[in-house]
């Protein structure tokens, strides 16, 4: 059974880097094919891609934040890890992190629960 | 980018109506176009993927069709667990794009 579970803080001040950490189960982040994105959500809005990490390390990011992302992962720790620098009350959303379907391109077939995180000072 | 615009923006639907959503993308994106439903507090699910192949699990009142710019959802007898927010997102191109969603409340 593939779970995924998102944690980190829940509130930032404007202009400090955000980490989040995306820790999932049931799956291998190593395994071909494997791919794990992360996709927010401001209050009462639409979703946004973030990025994406391939299971051989290939990061691949939204072009309009593309300056501010980094995604790696740690295989041995089955963990996914966003940080995106310079927070901004914008970034006010639920950051979700989802596991991309195999033979389906880039859509997200397991879903973790969202960590609401406040951008604030 | 692919832009994807949805409409109705949200609709008023009773138990047992046929509801359609449509999605149309900025250029063709052949049937690289996945449905998933939201439901309040909680995350996104994948309903339909590759426009027409519903996700296990799925109630066969769903339906997807479309190719190109034109897609589709339809649910074909609304049932209360259906009331929800649905998002169609293209997966053709780099970034994957989602529209704006369709909110379907009890009428």
């Known amino acids: 059974q593939i779970t995924l579970k998102e944690s980190g803080p829940t509130l930032v001040k404007p202009t400090q880097t955000l980490t989040l950490t995306c820790t999932v189960s049931?799956?291998?982040?190593?395994?071909?094919?494997?791919?794990v994105g992360w996709i927010r959500q401001p209050p009462g809005k639409a979703l946004e891609w973030l990025a994406l990490?391939?299971?051989?390390?290939?990061?691949r990011y939204s072009p309009s934040l593309k300056n501010r992302l980094t995604i790696t992962k740690d295989n041995s720790k089955n963990q996914v890890f966003l940080t995106m620098t310079n927070m901004d009350p914008v970034d006010t959303a639920t950051y979700y992190c989802a596991h991309r379907s195999l033979g389906i391109e880039n859509s997200f077939d397991y879903w973790g629960q969202g960590a609401l995180v406040t951008v604030s000072s | 980018d692919i832009q994807m615009t949805q409409s109705p923006s949200s609709l008023s639907a009773s138990v047992g109506d046929r509801v359609t959503i449509t999605c149309r993308a900025s250029?063709?994106?052949?049937?690289?176009l996945h449905w998933y439903q939201q439901k309040p507090g909680g995350a996104p699910s994948l309903l339909i993927h590759t426009t027409s192949t519903l996700q296990s699990g799925v109630p066969s009142r769903f339906s997807g069709s479309g190719s190109g710019t034109d897609f589709t959802l339809t649910i074909g007898s609304l049932q209360p667990e259906d009331f929800a927010t649905y998002y169609c997102q293209q997966s053709y191109s780099l970034p994957p794009t989602f529209g704006q969603g369709t909110k379907v409340d009890i009428k």
């Open positions: 049931g799956f291998s982040l190593s395994s071909s094919g494997v791919g």
């Open positions: 990490i391939y299971w051989d390390d290939d990061g």
């Open positions: 250029q063709s994106i052949s049937v690289s």
